[in-house]
C-alpha cells in the first residue's frame, strides 16, 4: 500500500535508497512478497515512476490518492476472494521474522487474520481511541501502535471490501480505522512485532534498523546480500537462554550436527553507533558439537558481558575450516570519514583483526 505521500520525506518511502541496489520496495518484496504468489502494489503518488521501475510487478492506481485513504486502495486492490493476503504499508521495513512469525500464527490458528503491534510503546488515551502514528488498536487489542502490517483470511478481507460504504462520508480511513470499525465481527490473532520493524521517517531510520546486533544484522543481510555468503546460524537472548537453555542446545544440535563451531558474543554493548567494543567480550572457537561442551561455552561469553541485559544475545555458526584470511573492512576511513574501502587483514589469524589487537594487520 503505496498511494499516499509521505509528510517527512521528499520522495515516495517506496523509493528511498537502502544502499545503491536496492531501495524500500525492494527490500518489502524480499520479506512480505517472498513468500506471496503474486505481489500488487497499489501506488498513486509518483506513480508512473514506479511503475517503469519494476515492470515485473501488478500496479493499481489510485488516482485520488491525495483526497483519499487506505480504504479507497484497498478498495481498488480487488484481492482474489478466495486467497488471504499480507497487507503491508509501503513506508516501512519489517523483517524476515516478522513476517515468518505473522504466517507461522495464521496456520496454527482458526482466527480471521493476524494483526501486528508493537508492544514497546503504551499510548495513552486520546480523543480517538486509535489515533497515532498508522493509528492504534485499541478494545481487545490493547492500546499500542498498529504496525502497518496485517495478514487477511478472506472472511476478513470480504469484511473489509464491504466498509466501501464508508468511502463518501468525508472521513479518510486508515487499515487500522477499518480493522477498528469491523473488529466486533472479526477474530483476529496479535502478535508483537517490536524490533522487527521500522518505519521511515528519515534516511538514519532504515540504518538503524538494518544494523542492530551483530546476530540479527547478519541474519537480515543474509537475504538481500547476493555477492558474498551469510553463514547459517542459530541466535538467542540471554534470557531465552535462562528459561530453555536445554531446547536451544538441542536446536543447535540439529541445526549443525557433526561439525566443530564458534559461539559468538553479540551483545547490545558492541557494534553500535556509539561504540564498537571490539575484542572487549568471548567468543569461542572450535567448540565440539557435545551438549556439555556447547553450554560451557555459552556460558562463557555470557559471562564476558559482565552484567548481561536479557536482551543480549549469543551467536553460533558453523566453524569456517581453512581460511586464507580474515580482516574487516570500512567504508570511511576512522580519521577523516573520507569515501574508501579501507581493508585490514591478517593471513596468519582469524582472531586478531577483528579483536582490535593485532599487530600484524595488513592494509
Avoid at 513468500?35 to 498513486?44: K, L, T
Avoid at 498498529?146 to 462520508?169: D, S, T
Avoid at 575484542?279 to 564476558?304: C, H, M, R
Avoid at 570500512?330 to 585490514?344: D, E, G, K, W
Wanted: glycine fraction near 6%; include cysteine; aromatic fraction near 8%.
Amino acid at each position: 500500500m503505496g498511494a499516499g505521500r509521505s509528510k517527512q520525506l521528499t520522495q515516495n518511502p517506496a523509493l528511498v535508497n537502502i544502499d545503491q541496489d536496492q531501495c524500500t520496495l525492494d527490500w518489502l518484496l524480499k520479506t512480505v512478497g517472498a513468500n506471496a504468489c503474486s505481489s500488487i502494489f497499489v501506488g498513486g503518488y509518483t506513480f508512473d515512476t514506479i511503475a517503469q521501475k519494476y515492470p515485473q510487478l501488478r500496479f493499481v492506481c489510485n488516482a485520488q490518492w491525495a483526497k483519499t485513504g487506505c480504504e479507497t486502495s484497498l478498495y481498488l486492490s480487488q484481492f482474489d476472494p478466495k486467497l488471504p493476503a499480507f497487507i503491508c504499508y509501503g513506508d516501512i521495513l519489517v523483517r524476515s521474522a516478522l513476517v515468518e512469525l505473522v504466517l507461522k500464527v495464521a496456520e496454527a490458528d482458526d482466527s480471521d487474520g493476524v494483526i501486528t503491534l508493537d508492544s514497546h510503546t503504551q499510548l495513552l488515551d486520546t480523543k480517538e481511541n486509535y489515533e497515532c502514528f498508522e493509528g492504534t488498536l485499541k478494545g481487545q487489542y490493547g492500546n499500542y501502535p498498529f504496525v502497518g502490517c496485517v495478514y487477511l483470511k478472506p472472511k476478513a478481507l470480504g469484511l473489509l471490501h464491504q466498509q466501501q460504504c464508508f468511502r463518501n462520508n468525508g472521513k479518510n480511513y486508515r487499515l487500522s480505522d477499518l480493522i477498528h470499525l469491523c473488529q466486533d465481527k472479526l477474530r483476529l490473532t496479535c502478535v508483537d512485532a517490536h524490533g522487527l520493524w521500522a518505519e521511515i521517517l528519515r534516511p538514519i531510520d532504515i540504518t538503524k534498523f538494518i544494523l542492530t546486533t551483530k546476530s540479527e544484522t547478519l541474519q537480515t543481510l543474509q537475504r538481500h546480500i547476493t555477492q558474498a555468503r551469510m553463514l547459517d546460524q542459530v541466535h538467542f537472548s540471554v534470557k531465552e537462554w535462562r528459561e530453555q537453555s536445554s531446547s536451544l542446545v538441542s536446536c543447535i544440535l540439529q541445526t549443525f550436527p557433526h561439525q566443530p563451531l564458534v559461539v559468538r558474543s553479540s551483545s547490545l554493548q558492541e557494534d553500535n553507533f556509539t561504540q564498537a567494543n571490539a575484542g572487549k567480550f568471548e567468543s569461542i572457537l572450535n567448540v565440539q558439537p557435545e551438549a556439555t561442551v556447547i553450554k560451557a561455552a555459552v556460558d562463557t561469553v555470557i559471562q564476558s558481558y559482565g552484567t548481561p541485559k536479557e536482551a543480549d544475545q549469543v551467536l553460533v555458526q558453523p566453524m569456517l575450516p581453512n581460511v586464507k584470511l580474515s580482516g574487516v573492512v570500512f567504508t570511511r576511513s576512522l580519521q577523516h570519514s573520507a569515501p574508501y574501502y579501507i581493508v585490514n587483514y591478517d593471513g596468519t589469524s582469524t582472531e586478531s583483526v577483528t579483536s582490535g589487537q593485532s599487530t600484524q594487520d595488513v592494509t
